[in-house]
T-cell receptor, first 111, second 116 residues
Framework: EDQVTQSPEALRLQEGESSSLNCSYT??????LFWYRQDPGKGPEFLFTLYSAGEEKEKERLKATLTKKESFLHITAPKPEDSATYLC????????????FGSGTQLTVLP | SAVISQKPSRDICQRGTSLTIQCQVD?????MFWYRQQPGQSLTLIAT?????????ESGFVIDKFPISRPNLTFSTLTVSNMSPEDSSIYLCSVGGTSGSNYEQYFGPGTRLTVT
């Protein structure tokens, strides 16, 4: 059974204080690892897909990396508008393509 | 990426009634999914909506409780039947990538359901 564990559950940062969120996964063959941002009362917003170990992707202050066991979402010099819940999900091989989600990290960036 | 809309955006319903949630996509997509997000929890897959055939349900979810329709490649509905307060959740529609090698998934804005 696919499993995704995110840590920490919650993270409070001062504006400009860089940090990383962790996503550990267990899956029988990884098709893709996904990062989403979710604001309260809204649907998840797609950020990145990573497909193989060593792959990195960047978007503004966010950088996602992938190893064979985990992924990191690095946040550089965060701003208050980066406050949200960040969700990690994995997709196993097969035609179904459904995602298995972690429980998320709730990030709060204080001004 | 596809633009996805859901109706209604929120509703308050009485115990024992049913609610049908609509999901509309601005382009044809092969894969459509329905997820549930209970308060303070992450997303759980309910079912995969298959065009032209019955939906494929995940463990713990049954067709009698969550009937799904997928009449074409741009539209799907999820019905929450005989509701109880435990059904209070956000219900999310998602769609898979539009090309064969694109495995990305995009989510609609969600439907916030409160059952009293």
């Amino acid at each position: 059974e696919d499993q995704v564990t995110q840590s920490p559950e919650a993270l409070r940062l001062q504006e400009g204080e860089s940090s990383s969120l962790n996503c550990s996964y267990t899956v029988s063959g990884l098709r893709g690892l996904f990062w989403y941002r979710q604001d309260p009362g809204k649907g998840p917003e797609f950020l990145f897909t990573l497909y193989s170990a060593g792959e990195e992707k960047e978007k503004e202050r966010l950088k996602a990396t992938l190893t064979k066991k985990e992924s990191f979402l690095h946040i550089t010099a965060p701003k208050p508008e980066d406050s949200a819940t960040y969700l990690c999900a994995v997709q196993a091989p097969g035609s179904a393509r459904q995602l298995t989600f972690g429980s998320g990290t709730q990030l709060t960036v204080l001004p | 990426s596809a633009v996805i809309s859901q109706k209604p955006s929120r509703d308050i319903c009485q115990r024992g009634t049913s609610l049908t949630i609509q999901c509309q996509v601005d382009s044809q997509v092969t894969m459509m999914f329905w997820y549930r997000q209970q308060p303070g929890q992450s997303l759980t897959l309910i079912a995969t909506a298959n065009q032209g055939s019955e939906a494929t349900y995940e463990s713990g979810f049954v067709i009698d409780k969550f009937p799904i329709s997928r009449p074409n490649l741009t539209f799907s509905t999820l019905t929450v039947s005989n509701m109880s307060p435990e059904d209070s959740s956000i219900y999310l529609c998602s769609v898979g990538g539009t090309s064969g090698s694109n495995y990305e998934q995009y989510f609609g804005p969600g439907t916030r359901l409160t059952v009293t």
